[in-house]
């Protein structure tokens, strides 16, 4: 087999595998993982993304940790819904803070916890600002 030929099946494998991942992820992302119901990513975080800043860093909390499967999938579904902003995975040292949840009441007591006043809050999601 020629080198040329070899370099083109190289590429045609590497592309393909590119285009494998990118449907599956388009089809089966909103299904359930580990039995785990995910949400569609955009409308979730929708009115966030409306009342935050364009750019910069915010601080993130949440009421799984991240180390977990919900709180991983939250935190990540998060960062790439309200890119360009980078979300930092604790509340110290920030202004505002992103409050994203499964169980929406754990919005108040995360506030108390890390001594913040909610300023917006859209159900699973809020905007947490210091006092």
């Given amino acids: 087999m020629s080198r040329e030929r070899a ?6 494998g590497v ?3 590119g285009v494998l991942r990118g449907t599956s992820v388009h089809l089966w992302k ?5 039995g785990v119901p995910t949400t569609r990513i955009d409308p979730r975080y929708a009115q966030l993304a409306a009342v935050l800043p364009p750019t910069g860093r915010l601080g993130y909390v949440s009421d799984e940790p991240l180390d977990t499967g919900r ?10 819904a309200l890119a360009p902003r980078v979300l930092s995975p604790d509340a110290h040292g920030h202004r505002l803070v992103v409050a994203n949840v499964f169980e929406p009441a754990s919005i108040e007591r995360l506030s108390r916890q890390h001594g913040l006043l909610p300023v917006a809050v859209f159900g699973g999601t809020a905007l947490l600002e210091k006092r």
């Fill in 7 to 12: 370099l083109g099946l190289f590429a045609l």
């Fill in 30 to 34: 909103e299904r359930s993982l580990r």
């Fill in 15 to 17: 592309a393909l595998a």
């Fill in 71 to 80: 709180g991983g999938r939250l935190y990540f579904d998060a960062l790439y």
